[in-house]
């Protein structure tokens, strides 16, 4: 009988395919980058197909590299990055224009627009969402804005919408399924937190053709079945699928109300599981849901921070200080501290708590004495910065301090981001013993769905520390040096002109 897991991680600057075993270990891998694409500044943009292309042909390389084969998988399981939408025509499957990526701001100007109409308290009161660029309505909205026909096309049912699990999903399974899961669909400002359905009043408002959207399913359960030939051999069920940091939530075992993790990735997204409630934020954050797994949507507190690992490509590929990004461990831990040098990475506006899509990115308080190794270090440290800023609206939204921090993704490696940041918000940082945990929550989730793991219980009693950080600086140091970030933080603020 099957029992491996294949896991599509599809992230923002490449994708990973993982082959995990039922003991929870990853047993084969597959990864390649793919291109993007920056035509204006604050624009990014994807290749939808060539996102497909990478996927498809990374699954039978990770099956190639575990020795196994298409008829030894019991399921796949998808997470990807969130908002970034593709439009596509539903009879020829292909995109229709650039997938506009999350980071995009092209959409300021529609924000504002809205903003003034007056519903911008109606969309977060439905959606638990800001108006911001960052989410998928207005990135919709401006393709029919801006590209002929679309916007007639779509009400003419011509066209199909979605993030990019529904784009993977779709192309899995050769056209016969245009589906997304809650997680998803609950960050598109199209869906209403509450009812767990696309909503009709926002649909009608913003002028979206429900035709146009995926149907909504849980996180975990069969979602279709792939197409001949996808995979040679066998077709696979698609049985979980879960936006990245919420799959990243559920794969650090954070089963239980109140406990939190953070991912550094391209950027960093602190979530706290707030359980069967929605819980409101009024510091700044979002309410989002976290995972449907059959027995109704639970829900998290979420702080999105924009750029943190991305700050780190672009010290290697904007600045050249760096060859690699494996330097950046080493070199920052080379000096004691920054030297009294700041670096905000609002290259793409700032998110929580914050929400200003016109600020810019600043290097303050350098001396002749700042070398390349405070730069790198400065970058580090923003990352634990722009985290206790979350952290400390999303405890005071949530009543209670925060207890302890699970981190993940590429840059919780770094011994040395890993204590500053205990440091900063006083509390013990663990770190996983597997660390894979956003493609480890797809797998969940698709496993749990076909049997493969029984229950969540039996996931979470399988999670392990692989190391530990207990704070050790003062609290009136830490203060301090986070003073000095919030006067960096507010030089960044407004600098952009708005279109």
Same mark, same amino acid.
Request: glycine share 14%.
């Given at each position: 009988m099957p029992e491996l897991i294949l896991s599509v991680d599809a992230g923002t600057t490449g994708v990973t395919v993982f082959v995990v075993n039922p003991e929870a270990r990853v047993q084969g891998r597959a990864y390649s980058e793919f291109r993007q694409y920056y035509p204006k500044p604050g624009w990014v943009e994807h290749d939808a197909v060539e996102i497909w292309e990478t996927t498809q042909a990374l699954l039978v390389s990770a099956l190639e590299d575990a020795g196994s084969k298409a008829s030894d998988v019991a399921a796949i399981g998808i997470t990807n990055q969130r908002e970034t939408i593709v439009l596509w025509d539903r009879g020829t499957g292909e995109p229709v224009a650039p997938a506009i990526v999350w980071q995009c701001r092209r959409s300021a100007s529609i924000c504002e627009r809205l903003r003034t109409s007056g519903i911008e308290d109606e969309l977060r009161a439905r959606t638990g969402l800001v108006l911001d660029p960052y989410f998928s309505a207005t990135k919709l909205l401006w393709y029919f804005e801006n590209l002929p026909d679309v916007q007639a096309r779509a009400e003419a049912g011509e066209l199909a919408f979605g993030t990019v699990d529904s784009w993977l999903i779709w192309k899995l399974t050769g056209g016969e399924?245009?589906?997304?899961?809650?997680?998803?669909?609950?960050?598109?400002?199209?869906?209403?937190?509450? #009812?767990?359905?696309?909503? &009709?009043?926002?649909?009608?408002?913003?002028?979206?053709?429900?035709?146009?959207?995926?149907?909504?399913?849980?996180?975990?359960?069969?979602?279709?079945?792939?197409?001949? $030939?996808?995979? &040679?051999?066998?077709?696979?069920?698609?049985?979980?699928?879960?936006?990245?940091?919420?799959?990243?939530?559920?794969?650090?075992?954070?089963?239980?109300?109140?406990?939190?993790?953070?991912?550094?990735?391209?950027?960093?997204?602190?979530?706290?599981?707030?359980?069967?409630?929605?819980?409101?934020?009024?510091?700044?954050?979002?309410?989002?849901?976290?995972?449907?797994?059959?027995?109704?949507?639970?829900?998290?507190?979420?702080?999105?921070?924009?750029?943190?690992?991305?700050?780190?490509?672009?010290?290697?590929?904007?600045? $050249? !200080?760096?060859?690699?990004?494996?330097?950046?461990?080493?070199?920052? $831990?080379?000096? &004691? #501290?920054?030297? $009294?040098?700041?670096?905000?990475?609002?290259?793409?506006?700032?998110?929580?708590?914050?929400? #200003?899509?016109?600020?810019?990115?600043?290097?303050?308080? !350098?001396?002749?004495?700042?070398?390349?190794?405070h730069l790198v270090r400065a970058a580090v440290e923003a990352m634990a910065y722009q985290t206790r800023d979350v952290v400390e609206a999303m405890t005071l939204d949530a009543g209670t301090p925060l207890k302890e921090l699970r981190v993940d993704g590429g840059a919780s490696v770094m011994d040395v981001l890993c204590q500053f940041q205990a440091d900063q918000l006083g509390v013990v940082v663990r770190r996983p013993k597997d660390q894979e945990t956003t493609a480890l929550g797809a797998a969940y989730l698709a496993g749990l769905a076909e049997g493969v793991w029984a229950a969540p219980s039996e996931i979470g009693a399988g999670w392990a520390a692989g190391a530990e950080y207990e704070p050790k600086m003062s609290r009136d140091e830490a203060d301090s040096l986070h003073d000095g970030w919030k006067r960096a933080v507010d030089l960044s603020k407004g600098w952009a002109t708005k279109d």
């Open positions: 399924r245009h589906v997304t899961e809650h997680s998803n669909a609950s960050r598109t400002m199209l869906y209403s937190l509450e #009812d767990g359905t696309w909503d &009709p009043w926002i649909l009608e408002t913003l002028g979206v053709p429900e035709s146009l959207l995926p149907e909504v399913l849980p996180s975990s359960g069969r979602m279709g079945t792939t197409a001949e $030939g996808v995979l &040679p051999g066998a077709r696979v069920p698609v049985s979980g699928a879960a936006g990245d940091q919420q799959s990243a939530l559920f794969g650090q075992a954070c089963f239980e109300t109140g406990m939190a993790k953070n991912t550094y990735g391209t950027g960093s997204f602190v979530l706290m599981n707030t359980g069967a409630e929605v819980h409101r934020s009024t510091h700044g954050l979002l309410s989002t849901a976290a995972w449907d797994i059959g027995e109704g949507v639970r829900y998290a507190l979420e702080g999105a921070i924009f750029i943190t690992g991305a700050a780190i490509q672009w010290l290697r590929d904007g600045l $050249g !200080i760096i060859s690699q990004a494996s330097e950046t461990g080493p070199l920052a $831990g080379s000096v &004691p #501290d920054t030297g $009294g040098a700041y670096l905000v990475p609002a290259f793409v506006g700032l998110g929580a708590p914050h929400w #200003d899509p016109y600020a810019r990115g600043a290097f303050v308080g !350098i001396t002749q004495g700042t070398t390349r190794a």
